[in-house]
């Protein structure tokens, strides 16, 4: 169960939606975050969710925040944006969430829902892809058109930002997935971000913003790769040293 606070019930004339949650690399996090601030986007509407079940304390001061997901919009671009802190991993929380946001896109008349997000690349060396997936085999051509790679085969998208896609079909909602390669699950991506965040701009026909915020974090995570790395060889060489003098 959730609770919901409705701030206005904006005006929009059949917008499109973008909605996605924290996945790996946060490749959804950071599209979500720069989305909204890229297009001065307003808080409208918010679901809090029963979590987390504990509090947290600093110096014996108990501190509390409990989790929320998030209605963003922009009235100029005619878009909603949803994201939040978390993407559950409990099946009922996460259906649970998913109608909430298509209970929402219908009542705003929502025309089209897009979401974001990573795929784990099985191999490196290449230059990193973005594909998609769409809930309505007429919006292949959309793809297409923008040069992604289509999602061959069979395989899943977990969490919300795949079952969102089948929600929506459900409902008559038409959806569109962007997802950029990559191949570290673990460390957050930046510089995929912006690339999916870039096919998303053009297919939607969202109006161009400063993403220099995303290339900063690229540069400031390959310096603590740079930094890991050099500390990594460091420690193998002194390991080295250490057999050395033992075996003598």
């Known amino acids: ?3 919901a606070r409705i701030h206005y019930s904006p005006k929009l004339e059949d ?15 950071l599209c979500i975050s720069t989305l909204v601030k890229g297009l001065s986007a307003e808080l409208f509407a918010e ?3 029963y979590w987390p079940p504990y509090v947290t304390y600093k110096d014996g001061v108990i501190e509390y925040r409990q989790s929320t997901y ?13 994201g939040g802190d978390f993407n559950p991993t409990d099946p009922r929380r996460l259906y649970e969430v998913c109608y909430e946001v298509v209970n929402m896109a219908q009542r705003l008349s929502v025309k089209m829902l897009y979401t974001v997000g990573a795929a784990l690349r099985p191999s490196v060396g290449a230059e990193p892809r973005v594909y998609g997936a769409v809930n309505n085999s007429s919006l292949l051509d959309t793809l297409k058109e923008h040069n992604l790679f289509i999602l061959e085969g069979e395989g899943q998208i977990t969490g919300f930002n795949g079952l969102i896609l089948g929600i929506a079909m459900k409902r008559g909602l038409d959806a569109i997935c962007i997802l950029g390669e990559i191949d570290n699950p673990e460390i ?6 912006k690339r999916v965040l870039e096919r998303l701009l053009d297919i939607a026909k969202i109006r161009r913003f400063d993403m220099s915020e ?9 310096f603590i790769e740079e930094q890991l ?6 420690l193998e060489r002194d390991k080295g040293r250490r057999d050395v003098d033992i075996y003598y």
């Open 1 to 3: 169960m959730f609770g």
């Open 15 to 29: 917008p499109i939606m973008v909605a996605a949650l924290p996945d790996m690399g946060n490749v959804a996090g």
């Open 47 to 49: 679901i809090y969710a």
């Open 70 to 82: 998030r209605f963003y919009t922009s009235r100029i671009d005619n878009i909603v944006i949803f």
């Open 188 to 193: 957050v991506q930046p510089r995929t971000a």
């Open 214 to 222: 995303l290339d900063e974090e690229e540069k400031r995570k390959r």
């Open 229 to 234: 790395r050099y500390m990594s060889s460091m």
